[in-house]
């Protein structure tokens, strides 16, 4: 039990094709019209394979809800556009520094104009450490590599 246990209702959406164990896109939306959830979070930890960010979007649209991409195991591969990109569809992309992005542990946070303040209020200060000057440093070097030519090869 934790905090958002009490404030929100949440709800796993299981639609796996049972013969290919592909995502079925037409049962996430059956179960999202059903339950109507004000954000959908999409991301693929225990899926490995591309999603259809597009799909998820229309989804959303259907319902009003806000679409949120969790890339933290595949963003290394989408730094370097060898996995579809889910920016041009979500509200918000979410990720980890040190998986494939091969760099020190963090997360970050990436969300359209319309949703900064929001983002930025809910995080700042309650649940944001304190600034670690070094880690910043780390990640600004590591980036940079992301965008050399190398990190296409290390990928």
């Known amino acids: 039990m934790n905090v958002s246990s009490v404030y929100y209702e949440s709800k796993q959406f299981s639609a796996l094709d049972p ?4 995502l079925d896109y037409d049962e ?3 179960q999202v019209l059903e339950f109507k959830p004000k954000l959908l979070i999409a991301g693929v930890s225990a899926y ?3 999603l259809d960010y597009k799909k998820f ?3 959303c649209d259907k319902v009003g809800a806000y679409l949120v991409s969790d890339m933290a195991h595949v963003s290394g ?3 370097v556009q060898e996995a579809p990109d889910p920016f041009e569809y979500s509200d ?5 520094t040190h998986k494939t992005l091969r760099g020190p542990r963090g997360g970050i946070i990436f969300s359209k104009k319309y ?3 929001l983002i930025d209020d809910a995080v700042f200060p309650g649940s944001q450490g304190g600034p670690h ?9 590591q980036f940079k590599q992301v965008l050399q030519p190398e990190f296409k090869t290390y990928i």
Do not use: F
Request: no cysteine.
């Open 19 to 22: 013969e290919t164990y592909m």
């Open 28 to 30: 996430i939306e059956r």
């Open 48 to 50: 490995p394979r591309d």
């Open 57 to 59: 979007r229309q989804i």
């Open 77 to 79: 591969l989408i730094a």
């Open 92 to 96: 918000v992309v979410t990720s980890t």
């Open 115 to 117: 949703l900064k303040q």
């Open 133 to 141: 000057e070094h880690q910043i440093g780390a990640l600004a070097a």
